[in-house]
T-cell receptor, first 110, second 116 residues
Framework: DAKTTQPPSMDCAEGRAANLPCNHS???????VYWYRQIHSQGPQYIIH???NNETNEMASLIITEDRKSSTLILPHATLRDTAVYYC???????????FGSGTRLLVRP | EAGVAQSPRYKIIEKRQSVAFWCNPI?????LYWYQQILGQGPKLLIQ????????DSQLPKDRFSAERLKGVDSTLKIQPAKLEDSAVYLC??????????????FGPGTRLTVT
């Protein structure tokens, strides 16, 4: 599975959009981009995933560049409860394995 | 719907002792995973079950770790004997699977193991 690169930490103000970048320059055509987050003392939580097109759900939006070498997770109106470690994972569609990196620690400031 | 249940939530043991963790996945989820998360790192897959069969245990230290999923529902992960470096959070996750399609994984709260 392709490796990902994320900034170790970011912060944003409450109520503003949080844009979390992820580089996956070696991604293959059949690999999906997944995002999970882990709030302190909890297990990881699925957020969203996509292959080529941008995706949106009730939690976030996922923007994937046309060449698929990078993506951005957008939390449109960050709240204090969004403070967590966010993991960007590239995963083959037919593979069950999730390989977690170190993620981005997002701090939402009041 | 009930989430993934794990017990105990916390465990402190001395090195060379044994310990067991229990996981009850979401009802109907055929695939079950055990992860190890060392402080400051992302979770690392230890073993994956499809029903009661092992799909991937390549990262499981088989000299001391064992896992089973009898009847394809609950699972236990055992460490015997424990080492100091086994101190970590042990996470259980489950997912639905249909053929080659694996859906998102749902994680339990984890068991925090401290080996002294």
């Amino acid at each position: 599975d392709a490796k990902t690169t994320q900034p170790p930490s970011m912060d944003c103000a409450e109520g503003r959009a949080a844009n979390l970048p992820c580089n996956h320059s070696t991604i293959s055509g059949n690999e999906y981009v997944y995002w999970y987050r882990q709030i302190h003392s909890q297990g990881p939580q699925y957020i969203i995933h996509g292959l080529k097109n941008n995706e949106t759900n009730e939690m976030a939006s996922l923007i994937i560049t046309e060449d698929r070498k990078s993506s951005t997770l957008i939390l449109p109106h960050a709240t204090l409860r969004d403070t967590a470690v966010y993991y960007c994972i590239v995963r083959r569609g037919s593979s069950y394995k999730l390989i977690f990196g170190s993620g981005t620690r997002l701090l939402v400031r009041p | 719907e009930a989430g993934v249940a794990q017990s105990p939530r916390y465990k402190i043991i001395e090195k060379r002792q044994s310990v067991a963790f229990w996981c009850n996945p979401i009802s109907g989820h055929a695939t079950l995973y055990w992860y190890q998360q060392i402080l400051g790192q992302g979770p690392k897959l230890l073993i994956q079950f499809q029903n009661n069969g092992v799909v991937d245990d390549s990262q499981l230290p088989k000299d001391r770790f064992s896992a089973e999923r009898l009847k394809g529902v609950d699972s236990t992960l055992k460490i015997q004997p424990a080492k100091l470096e086994d101190s970590a959070v042990y996470l259980c996750a489950s997912s639905q699977t249909a053929g080659l399609i694996s859906y998102e994984q749902y994680f339990g709260p984890g068991t925090r193991l401290t080996v002294t």
